[in-house]
């Protein structure tokens, strides 16, 4: 099974190493359940706490101390309020996961992104979320970014669609607490490739990413709420277009789909300058 990962950039070339910081591992742990086996993660899994609902069971690597703690116990708090806001998307419930906090590529920041296996709550509710001192906010929206990405149903992952829908659901959920993920600039920057009539068999690709998010803040623009846009791409699969994605929401044919998207695009008085340019969405 591959591990589908939310990076900041496609690049690894583009790292930002965390300061290194002198931390003392602690010595009482507090019992709790017996964590999984994470995807990457091999180090001490410290219990931090379960969510009210019982649904999230949070984890920390004790190593990196009191900021990271706080970002596990803001998470504890917050999970609930994620987990009703995705089910609310997808319309479905979603099953009991495990969240694992560190420092994800050595990063403290956020940038490490987040983790999991499978893109179901079988397979994938083992989720590594990256530290990010001071900024709970960014650890909650890499949590839905994964979690997005269970309620697929093993439907996205992987793909350009699937990687374009999550960034979505955790720029709406996380109050776009990730805006430095952006990747719609560097779609334009390169030319604008067609990836709304072909999906990309990776969701490592800023190009078909970034062609992803603006196709979806487009939609939003007309007035397509997020839960019918989710609903419909699982509805596609894996080997559906955006183009498709289009025709089932607007009646139109598929084919019109890049000529007004594009046509609109070019309209847009400032250029794109983030993952929202037709700006419908709040972010």
């Given at each position: 099974m591959?591990?589908?990962?939310?990076?900041?950039d496609?690049?690894?070339?583009?790292?930002?190493r965390?300061?290194?910081?002198?931390l003392?591992?602690?010595?009482?742990?507090?019992a709790?359940?017996?964590?999984?086996?994470?995807p990457?993660?091999r180090?001490?899994?410290?219990?931090?706490?379960?969510?009210?609902?019982g649904?999230?069971?949070?984890?920390?690597?004790?190593?990196?101390?009191?900021?990271?703690?706080?970002?596990?116990?803001?998470l504890?708090k917050?999970?609930?309020?994620?987990?009703?806001?995705?089910?609310?998307?997808?319309?479905?419930k979603?099953?009991?996961?495990?969240v694992?906090?560190?420092?994800?590529?050595?990063?403290t920041?956020?940038?490490?992104g987040?983790d999991?296996?499978?893109?179901?709550?079988?397979?994938g509710?083992?989720?590594?979320v990256?530290?990010s001192f001071?900024?709970?906010?960014?650890?909650?929206?890499?949590?839905e970014?994964?979690?997005?990405?269970c309620?697929?149903?093993g439907?996205?992952?992987?793909?350009?669609?699937?990687?374009?829908?999550s960034?979505?659901?955790?720029?709406?959920?996380?109050?776009n607490?990730?805006?430095?993920?952006?990747t719609?600039?560097?779609?334009?920057?390169?030319?604008?490739?067609?990836?709304?009539?072909?999906?990309?068999?990776t969701?490592?690709?800023?190009?078909?990413?970034?062609?992803?998010?603006?196709?979806i803040s487009?939609?939003?623009a007309?007035?397509?709420?997020?839960?019918?846009i989710?609903?419909?791409?699982?509805?596609l699969?894996?080997?559906?277009?955006?183009?498709?994605?289009?025709?089932?929401?607007?009646s139109?044919?598929?084919?019109?789909?890049w000529?007004?998207?594009?046509?609109?695009?070019q309209?847009?008085?400032?250029?794109?300058?983030?993952?929202?340019?037709?700006?419908?969405?709040?972010?």
């Open positions: 591959n591990h589908h990962r939310l990076r900041k496609s690049e690894v070339s583009h790292r930002i965390a300061t290194a910081l002198v003392q591992e602690r010595t009482m742990r507090r709790g359940p017996k964590p999984p086996k994470w990457s993660y180090g001490n899994s410290e219990f931090v706490g379960t969510s009210p609902s649904q999230v069971t949070v984890y920390v690597d004790p190593t990196l101390g009191q900021p990271a703690s706080q970002n596990a116990k803001d504890v917050d999970a609930d309020r994620v987990l009703k806001a995705n089910d609310a998307i997808f319309g479905a979603g099953g009991a996961v495990s694992i906090i560190f420092a994800l590529d050595g990063r920041d956020g940038t490490g987040a999991h296996m499978g893109c179901d709550y079988t397979t509710n083992a989720i590594e990256c530290a001071g900024r709970s906010e960014r650890v909650s929206a890499l949590f970014a994964e979690l997005s990405e309620s697929m149903g439907n996205l992952c992987g793909v350009s669609t699937g990687e374009a829908l960034r979505w659901c955790a720029a709406v959920i996380g109050n607490a990730l805006a430095d993920f952006a719609a600039p560097q779609w334009v920057q390169d030319g604008m490739p067609d990836f709304v009539n072909q999906t990309d068999a969701d490592q690709n800023p190009d078909s990413t970034g062609c992803g998010m603006a196709f487009w939609l939003l007309k007035g397509y709420d997020l839960g019918k989710a609903q419909t791409m699982v509805s699969g894996d080997s559906g277009t955006l183009a498709q994605l289009y025709a089932k929401l607007t139109d044919s598929a084919s019109k789909a000529p007004a998207f594009q046509t609109d695009i309209a847009l008085p400032n250029g794109v300058t983030s993952d929202d340019p037709f700006g419908q969405a709040a972010l």
